[in-house]
């Protein structure tokens, strides 16, 4: 699922010349931030589901949000009608940043999100 949304992230900010969605001012920081920080939500199950902890898996994607958020904006300066912005990757480290701390909290609550086996609940009964 994870290569599945940043597939559709990265087709999307590939589009020249956007003409669709809110045209409300700030919107495409809003964009951003729901779509790195669905990313950083799915990264960290992924990780969590291979059995890191949560720790590492926040921190692996705390670093996936900020590198793949600079390699997106950087080649949007070649697509035409976009451009390469700084508080662009801000938006896109901060959604990814929520998505990867509200990712532990909602596993942390909801344990069908992660596997049985690796799950946070399970881990604790058998340790």
Do not use: C
């Not at 904006?73 to 938006?91: L, N």
């Not at 909602?106 to 340790?127: D, E, G, M, Y």
Request: cysteine-free; proline content about 5%.
């Amino acid at each position: 699922m994870l290569v599945v949304w940043v597939a559709l992230t990265l087709t999307l900010t590939s589009i020249p010349n956007p003409q669709f969605g809110p045209t409300f001012r700030g919107a495409d920081k809003v964009a951003h931030f729901g779509f790195y920080g669905g990313a950083g939500f799915l990264f960290v199950l992924w990780r969590m589901e291979s059995g890191k902890g949560a720790a590492m898996a926040v921190l692996w994607a705390l670093l996936f949000a900020a590198f793949l958020g600079a390699v997106d904006e950087f080649h949007q300066q070649w697509i035409p009608g976009r451009s390469m912005e700084f508080y662009d990757w801000v938006a896109d480290f901060t959604g990814g940043s929520t998505g990867a701390f509200g990712a532990v909290a909602a596993a942390s609550q909801l344990p069908f999100l992660l596997t049985r086996k690796n799950s946070p609940s399970s881990r604790a009964v058998t340790n």
